[in-house]
């Protein structure tokens, strides 16, 4: 659990105001839980700090102990993405997010978290998670995260998405959908740029893997970059320009932002014709099918001679 200054974390605040609050009205961790519903350990742990809970948790926990909705607007103060435990090159990385005042970041394969929906990023959890409970806590913490970018006056955020984050599935069509839309109203905002590499452009250099150039207050700049299993940071000026230097190059050689909303328009329109329902795409396959056969039929009837008019001869 992360300590700022030395001072408990605002989770830890959060699950001493909620232990006051159940102590004075006389409940225990487990009779709490009974009423909420749920597990007594995971009321213990919010108290201890060390879960995160979600914002109906507080507000059912406020209607219970009558506390007149502190506990919901505590909640809704604290940025949960930093009580998350992560190894310890991720939390890094998370605390840079909560300051950075300019991001500028090339993605690969998937949408970074920064522009996840909560479908999308509940699905990627999914995958390596087996715990409902944690991927929900993950995904909580991922959308506090997004929040001082999406909000009037934010850090600028410039990324240029390689055409795979578009293309790779993730959680299905639907989800796809409802993900190419939130680019596409993310873009919109003053302070952040999507932009894209096409895949049908092998001429753009592209970077080995995705990385994230970030500026902090102070003057302070760091290149970010991840491997399989850890984080890589680098502080060195003269490889920050160097990759700044690349990425401008980048920018310049990819889709303008314009170009690239209209491609996660198509891209968008292709998962809405691929989620069609059964019915749906059977009437649109029986309506081709007859095409193909009134075509069928009219290269295969017998054709008569037609009874021309003879070119008329002219007068000697």
Same mark, same amino acid.
């Given at each position: 659990?992360?300590?700022?200054? *030395?001072?408990?974390?605002?989770?830890?605040?959060?699950?001493?105001?909620?232990?006051?609050?159940?102590?004075?009205?006389?409940?225990?961790?487990?009779?709490?839980?009974?009423?909420?519903?749920? =597990? /007594? #350990?995971?009321?213990?742990?919010?108290?201890?700090?060390?879960?995160?809970?979600?914002?109906?948790?507080?507000?059912?926990?406020?209607?219970?102990?009558?506390?007149?909705?502190?506990? %919901?607007?505590? &909640?809704?103060?604290?940025? &949960?993405?930093?009580?998350?435990?992560?190894?310890?090159?991720?939390?890094?990385?998370?605390?840079?997010?909560?300051?950075?005042?300019?991001?500028?970041?090339?993605?690969?394969?998937?949408?970074?978290?920064?522009?996840?929906?909560?479908?999308?990023?509940?699905?990627?959890? *999914?995958?390596? %998670?087996?715990?409902?409970?944690?991927?929900?806590?993950?995904?909580?913490?991922?959308?506090?995260?997004?929040?001082?970018?999406?909000?009037?006056?934010?850090?600028?955020?410039?990324?240029?998405?390689?055409?795979?984050?578009?293309?790779?599935?993730?959680?299905?069509?639907?989800?796809?959908?409802?993900?190419?839309?939130?680019? %596409?109203?993310?873009?919109?905002?003053?302070?952040? /740029?999507?932009?894209?590499?096409?895949?049908?452009? $092998?001429?753009?250099?592209?970077?080995?893997?995705?990385?994230?150039?970030?500026?902090?207050?102070?003057?302070?700049? &760091?290149?970010?970059?991840?491997?399989?299993?850890?984080?890589?940071? #680098?502080? =060195?000026?003269?490889?920050?320009?160097?990759?700044?230097? #690349?990425? =401008?190059?980048?920018?310049?050689?990819?889709?303008?932002?314009?170009?690239?909303?209209?491609?996660?328009?198509?891209?968008?329109?292709?998962?809405?014709?691929?989620?069609?329902?059964?019915?749906?795409?059977?009437?649109?396959?029986?309506?081709?099918?007859?095409?193909?056969?009134?075509?069928?039929?009219?290269?295969?009837?017998?054709?008569?001679?037609?009874?021309?008019? /003879? $070119?008329?001869?002219?007068?000697?």
């Amino acid at each position: 659990m992360s300590r700022r200054n *030395g001072g408990a974390s605002s989770a830890a605040v959060f699950g001493e105001v909620l232990r006051h609050f159940r102590e004075a009205a006389l409940l225990t961790q487990e009779g709490l839980a009974r009423q909420i519903p749920c =597990d /007594r #350990s995971h009321v213990a742990r919010v108290e201890g700090g060390t879960r995160v809970p979600q914002d109906t948790f507080a507000k059912t926990c406020d209607e219970l102990l009558c506390t007149g909705g502190v506990l %919901l607007r505590l &909640w809704a103060k604290i940025d &949960w993405y930093p009580q998350v435990e992560h190894p310890d090159w991720f939390e890094r990385r998370a605390r840079m997010d909560a300051e950075a005042v300019a991001v500028r970041a090339y993605q690969t394969q998937v949408i970074p978290g920064l522009l996840q929906t909560p479908a999308y990023a509940t699905a990627l959890f *999914g995958r390596r %998670l087996s715990d409902s409970q944690d991927v929900a806590e993950r995904v909580r913490a991922r959308l506090s995260r997004q929040q001082r970018f999406l909000v009037e006056g934010g850090p600028f955020y410039l990324v240029v998405l390689d055409e795979s984050c578009l293309r790779h599935m993730v959680g299905g069509p639907e989800i796809m959908r409802y993900q190419c839309e939130h680019l %596409l109203a993310v873009g919109r905002l003053p302070n952040i /740029r999507v932009q894209i590499a096409p895949s049908n452009r $092998p001429e753009i250099d592209r970077p080995d893997t995705s990385l994230s150039l970030i500026e902090l207050p102070g003057g302070e700049r &760091w290149v970010y970059s991840e491997s399989l299993d850890r984080g890589h940071f #680098s502080d =060195d000026p003269a490889v920050f320009t160097q990759h700044m230097r #690349s990425y =401008d190059v980048l920018r310049a050689d990819a889709l303008s932002a314009p170009q690239s909303a209209a491609l996660i328009s198509d891209v968008r329109e292709g998962y809405e014709a691929h989620d069609q329902p059964p019915a749906a795409r059977g009437d649109l396959d029986q309506e081709q099918s007859q095409r193909r056969q009134r075509r069928g039929l009219h290269r295969s009837s017998p054709r008569f001679p037609r009874n021309r008019p /003879r $070119p008329r001869q002219q007068e000697p």
